[in-house]
Nanobody, 123 residues
Framework: QVQLVESGGGLVQAGGSLRLSCAAS????????MAWFRQTTGKEREFVAAVVWTGARTYYADSVKGRFTISRDNAKKTVYLQMNSLAPEDTAVYYCAARPYNYRVDPETYTYWGQGTQVTVSS
């Protein structure tokens, strides 16, 4: 069992930065792929980034590549999403998610979810 709690969302101007954190509880955190998704009203949940359990491999949606960085600290059971050069289209609720074994972009394949944190980027 893994429980996830996101933090770090807020309001930022276009071009600014935010760092999201996702704190996990559970003994098997370091065996899970950790990912960030985002969702806006009326749209499907969208893959943003993922990191494998070692932290050695990361994956990004094309829309955030070069601007966002995902990382994890297994000792702290925390995964981060550093978001730079934010744009209004990045406005969404951001969710942390976990799944065992391999990286996937389909949110249906993720077992555990946080409650979400709102990110709003003003123009």
């Amino acid at each position: 069992q893994v429980q996830l709690v996101e933090s770090g969302g807020g309001l930022v101007q276009a071009g600014g930065s935010l760092r999201l954190s996702c704190a996990a509880s559970g003994r098997t955190f370091d065996s899970y792929v950790m990912a960030w998704f985002r969702q806006t009203t009326g749209k499907e949940r969208e893959f943003v980034a993922a990191v494998v359990w070692t932290g050695a491999r990361t994956y990004y949606a094309d829309s955030v590549k070069g601007r966002f960085t995902i990382s994890r600290d297994n000792a702290k059971k925390t995964v981060y999403l550093q978001m730079n050069s934010l744009a209004p289209e990045d406005t969404a609720v951001y969710y942390c998610a976990a799944r065992p074994y391999n990286y996937r972009v389909d949110p249906e394949t993720y077992t555990y979810w946080g409650q979400g944190t709102q990110v709003t980027v003003s123009s």
